[in-house]
């Protein structure tokens, strides 16, 4: 089964994680400092890394001191991680729905969504093509919130020619192995703002202080931390971020192979009937992290379930997270986002990934069989 997303994994990365493991630190070392350099030079703003990129939301969130009632606005097409540690951190989930080609938060929806509550509009990278980060920004600057953004399928993307990273207040990424990169488990937040991000990166490491001017208690010895707000153990080990420092300095490599795979699929799929290909906005360069395909909804099941027959790991990505049970207490149920509803019942998510072997020419002429056969 060819899977729908798959890391890539080079000798280097073995040979620097296999020194890692034989280092005195295995956690707490130089890798981790190294790797969050190389990460704040390569997206372009401070960055600090964290154990998933769940963590990373939940440090984001949990950094900005939610008072009872506080609101957040997401869009339903993410994966609930955006939510859950939204909610796990005191906000009030809001949804607002997605524009019907990339999938992701629609800004002209997003401002009768904000109310004296909000504090943050949270978008989503959605396959790794940038949400509208210019109108989002703008929006976020003229009602007094922040912008915070999922980046979790986008590193290495850019926007109007910046990176994703350096244009929100708050990035999140992840470093799961079907993501753009991987550690294995791993996640890093970047932040222009200095004192949000050291709020966060003090989260990730249970909240402890241990510098002599801020401490509350500085006469306690040279032994002493201690904590003022509580925090998690969210930190990435040495040797994981050893395998991060390696896989960043192939991020071009993979992007290109991304590119490429994506270029095939339009070539070998274009000109198919009833079948939709993603839209790429031109003014983005995204880092392909998935390739989402829309199909008639009523034949989405068939075709997906004929891919698998094949061999062909699709996906779909994803549920709309308030069709997820735990919304329905709070009353959401279908019908409250068509658009995004309208997405997911149409969407089959092709495989995409750094590992060009695969992606032979057998493949696309297999999987442009398939579509035909049944789209035509
Ligand atoms: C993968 C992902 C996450 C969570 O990242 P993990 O590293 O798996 O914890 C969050 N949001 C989105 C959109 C994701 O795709």
Request: glycine content about 6%; charged content about 25%.
């Amino acid at each position: 089964m060819i899977p729908y997303g798959r890391q890539r994994i080079s000798k280097a990365d073995i040979e620097l994680v296999t020194e890692a493991l034989s280092s005195d630190l295995l956690t707490n070392g130089p890798r981790v400092a190294q790797f969050e350099r190389k990460l704040s030079e390569y997206v372009g703003a401070p960055t600090i890394v964290v154990s998933s990129g769940t963590a990373a939301l939940h440090c984001a969130f949990s950094a900005l001191d939610l008072q009872p009632g506080d609101e957040i606005i997401t869009p339903p097409i993410t994966f609930i991680a955006t939510q859950a540690t939204a909610a796990l951190a005191g906000a009030t989930v809001k949804f607002c729905d997605v524009q019907a080609d990339t999938g992701n938060l629609d800004p002209e929806k997003v401002e009768s969504k904000i109310t004296r509550h909000t504090r943050a509009i949270v978008a989503v990278d959605y396959a790794g093509h940038p949400a509208e980060l210019n109108e989002l920004s703008e929006i976020a600057r003229r009602k007094g919130v922040l912008l915070i953004e999922d980046a979790s399928h986008a590193i290495g993307s850019t926007y109007r020619g910046f990176k994703v990273g350096e244009i929100a207040d708050i990035t999140t990424f992840s470093f799961f192995p079907t993501k753009n990169l991987t550690t294995a488990e791993g996640g890093a937040v970047s932040s222009r703002h200095p004192e949000l991000l050291k709020r966060i990166q003090k989260f990730s490491k249970q909240g402890l202080v241990r510098e002599q001017d801020e401490l509350i208690n500085g006469t306690e010895g040279p032994w002493h931390q201690e904590v003022h707000e509580f925090g998690l153990n969210y930190r990435l080990s040495d040797i994981l971020s050893a395998l991060g420092i390696s896989q960043l300095s192939q991020i071009e490599n993979f992007k290109k192979t991304r590119s490429q795979i994506f270029d095939r699929y339009f070539q070998h799929l274009g000109h198919i009937n009833r079948l939709t290909l993603p839209t790429r906005r031109s003014y983005t360069e995204p880092m392909w992290h998935l390739f989402p395909i829309h199909v008639p909804a009523d034949l989405r099941r068939s075709i997906f379930e004929e891919l698998r027959r094949n061999d062909i790991g699709v996906q779909v990505n994803y549920l709309p997270v308030h069709l997820h049970p735990v919304f329905a207490r709070a009353g959401y149920k279908r019908g409250d986002f068509p658009i995004s509803e309208d997405f997911y019942d149409s969407e089959i998510s092709l495989p995409m990934h750094a590992n060009p072997e695969v992606f032979n020419e057998k493949y696309f002429t297999t999987i442009a069989g398939i579509f035909s056969s049944i789209l035509e």
